[in-house]
């Protein structure tokens, strides 16, 4: 048997977990980077109990050739990130989403389906607690004249935004500069066009879109799983699945002001250090919120939020 070679996993499904080699081997068909795997008893689930599947898109492992096309994983290495969710509604298992990552692209349309302020800032709640980047992007803009009014809100926040069509490739090029070099992950509702977004960045990956449900106006969720896809220009995106739900996975209710960045900086004014800010007296949040210093929409969504942790504690 083979010594075990640098892969990074790009896909899981019931067949077993198919992976890019770093460097080709001579032995596989096609260009010699993708093998599918088995996973070695030793390694399944160890450390990683908790989580709905012991390997995620984008982790990097150790794996050796065994025949033909075919190879198995032997191990594993520590995550420098993850972007997770819960695996069910208020469950206690993980949903590691993508390993690796730098950056998240949270995508939202500006319409069919409509904007959703309220997803974009459980997304990015999230991204704040996992220490990664976040890019909004508007997709669909060929749909309508002006950008949706929170984009601004987010400008502030620092969040960069770009406004995009799949269809008439406004934003495309700028998306692509931002893709290179970096691995990024694609989230957001199903429907918005993720995949139409990353198949207009590359031409040639020819992944599969669907059409809007024209009488839900939702997605039919076209992609069922993450997959890898290496960037003809340096860097990498992981596609995922639409969400109609995006839970906070590990966040304890106590952190949440600390991951809204307008509500962080304004609570340095709150009489009390652990203000919910939900009734307390002297609340420098609730005065900016009076004195229309902090948009009414990023409350709404802060308070949405706390009241599901409070349900899933
Ligand atoms: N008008 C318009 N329609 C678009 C645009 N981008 C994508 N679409 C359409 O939106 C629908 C959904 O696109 P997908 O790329 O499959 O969306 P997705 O976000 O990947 O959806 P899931 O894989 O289900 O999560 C398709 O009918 C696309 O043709 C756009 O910029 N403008
Ligand atoms: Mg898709
Ligand atoms: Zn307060």
């Not at 890019?135 to 502030?156: C, F, I, Q, S, T």
């Not at 203000?275 to 210093?293: R, Y």
Request: net charge negative; proline share 7%; hydrophobic share 40%.
């Amino acid at each position: 048997m083979s010594e075990p070679r640098p892969a990074t996993v790009i896909r899981l499904d019931a067949k077993g977990v198919l992976v890019r080699l770093d460097e080709p081997l001579d032995a596989l068909p096609e260009d010699g980077y993708e093998m599918w795997c088995g996973v070695r008893g030793r390694i399944h689930r160890r450390d990683r109990r908790h989580q709905k599947s012991p390997l995620a898109v984008g982790d990097r492992v150790n794996v050796v050739h065994t025949q033909e096309d075919r190879g198995a994983v032997e191990s594993i290495e520590p995550r420098r990130s993850t972007l997770s969710r819960p695996a069910s509604f208020g469950g206690r298992k993980e949903h590691v989403m993508a390993a690796n990552v730098d950056r998240v692209v949270i995508v939202s349309a500006l319409d069919d389906p409509p904007f959703n302020p309220s997803l974009v800032d459980r997304m990015l709640a999230v991204v704040e607690f996992s220490n990664l980047e976040a890019l909004l992007v508007v997709n669909k803009m060929d749909l309508g004249a002006e950008p949706p009014a929170e984009v601004e809100v987010y400008r502030a926040l620092d969040v960069p935004v770009i406004l995009a069509s799949a269809h008439d490739g406004r934003g495309i090029e700028e998306l692509r500069k931002e893709l290179v070099n970096r691995v990024s992950v694609v989230a957001g509702h199903s429907g918005v066009g993720k995949t139409s977004l990353l198949n207009a960045v590359q031409p040639d990956l020819g992944l599969a879109v669907g059409a809007v449900n024209p009488v839900t106006g939702r997605g039919k969720h076209t992609t069922t799983a993450a997959v890898y896809v290496p960037l003809a220009d340096g860097g990498a995106v992981v596609d995922t699945a639409g969400v109609r739900e995006f839970g906070l996975f590990g966040i304890p209710k106590r952190d949440l002001p600390w991951l809204f960045k307008d509500i962080a900086e304004l609570a340095q004014g709150c009489r009390y250090p652990d203000c919910s800010h939900t009734h307390e007296p002297e609340c420098a949040v609730q005065e900016a919120l009076v004195e229309g210093d902090l948009a009414p929409f990023r409350f709404d969504s802060y308070l949405k939020i706390l009241e599901s942790l409070g349900e899933a504690e």
